[in-house]
């Protein structure tokens, strides 16, 4: 778990240097009066929130069946409300940029639900091909 953990970290660490890069550019090129200095705390706060799940995900012990998924929905509950409250806390610190604030993120939001979508889904494979022998060995030593 350790390999794919690194894995994950790797390409949150790409993704955001790419989407980030990206729509930075993007928006000052195209949308000039969205642009905005503290651009750089979105594509931050998902990287860290990234972070922080990957290892709760990944140092998960898996003892029910749906345990991954209520701690992976557990995670983006606590994500959208961390996200609704640095946008309050933008709002206050900031009025006149909150448009553009509260934009880039909900963009870069939804851009970072793909590949949190898509990490889920492959330590949810992992698990199946990895966890579902050991479980049923478990299962029949307990049976004898």
Do not use: C
């Not at 029910?64 to 959208?80: A, D, E, S, V």
Request: net charge positive.
């Amino acid at each position: 778990m350790k390999k794919l953990r690194h894995k994950f970290i790797l390409l949150l660490t790409l993704f955001v240097i790419v989407v980030g890069f990206g729509t930075w550019l993007i928006l000052i090129h195209f949308f000039p009066e969205l642009a905005f200095d503290d651009y750089p705390l979105i594509p931050l706060f998902f990287y860290i929130v990234g972070i922080v799940s990957i290892i709760i995900l990944t140092n998960l012990k898996i003892d029910r069946p749906n345990k991954l998924l209520n701690t992976f929905m557990l995670i983006r509950g606590f994500k959208m409300f961390l996200a609704i409250i640095i946008t309050i806390i933008y709002w206050k610190l900031d009025r006149a940029e909150i448009r553009s604030f509260a934009i880039m993120l909900v963009a870069f939001y939804l851009f970072y639900l793909f590949i949190e979508t898509y990490i889920y889904i492959q330590i949810e494979t992992w698990n199946k091909k990895n966890l579902t022998p050991l479980i049923k060995k478990k299962d029949d030593v307990e049976e004898n």
